[in-house]
């Protein structure tokens, strides 16, 4: 059973993984900064843990490895698989005993375990070399600029050949993502044909 991450659900997922010394990078950095606080926690089939945090607000994305090993974060745009789902190994996920949804609601993110996500991703972003289309990516739009901003990202896509299909499902999650309010389905669609059109001309040299 899989539990949506970020906004919508209003909840983010600190995913704790030991089989890459997650638990371990926890422990450092509580050694450094103070114990997360108490929350809503499970523990999956994997023999890892699931710990469940109130959504900070604004956009906070998923990210792997940012905090260190073993350390992932669910966000906006992601999710998690809950109980009582059956991992492969036949152990079934389960919700902490003294930290059951019934019993207890999802803490705060510290803001040390934020400021920490901000500035590993902001070194991240700094290592490469990105387009001058990469803070409206990045950004997102608004009304009023959602279609022109579709049709430029649209466009940048299918000029450097990335493969239609892709460019496709990487245009439909910047839209529910990171366009406010998103275009609807209909009137993306007919954006990204026209613009498909128009490199189509550009190859046959029309």
């Not at 997922?13 to 114990?35: A, K």
């Not at 906070?60 to 698989?81: E, H, M, Q, T």
Request: with cysteine; aromatic share 4%.
């Amino acid at each position: 059973m899989g539990l949506v991450t970020g906004r919508p659900s209003g909840i983010v997922v600190l995913d704790i993984d030991p089989r890459h010394d997650g638990h371990l990078t926890l422990g450092e950095l509580e050694s450094r900064f103070g114990e997360l606080p108490a929350t809503i926690e499970a523990r999956t089939g994997g023999g890892g843990r699931h710990l469940v945090f109130k959504h900070p607000g604004g956009r906070l994305p998923n990210s792997a490895g940012l905090l260190g090993p073993g350390l992932d974060v669910r966000g906006d745009g992601g999710y998690i698989v809950a109980p009582p789902s059956i991992h492969v190994s036949g152990r079934s996920y389960e919700w902490d005993a003294e930290r059951h949804p019934a019993r207890v609601v999802p803490a705060s993110l510290p803001q040390w375990l934020l400021d920490k996500l901000a500035q590993s991703r902001k070194r991240v972003v700094e290592s490469f070399c990105y387009s001058p289309l990469s803070s409206l990516a990045m950004d997102g739009a608004r009304e009023g600029q959602r279609n022109v901003s579709l049709t430029r990202l649209a466009g940048h896509l299918l000029r450097h050949r990335v493969d239609p299909q892709i460019s496709l499902g990487l245009l439909r999650s910047w839209n529910q993502m990171s366009c406010h309010p998103p275009l609807l389905e209909d009137e993306m669609l007919r954006t990204i044909e026209s613009i498909a059109g128009v490199e189509r001309r550009r190859r046959r040299g029309c």
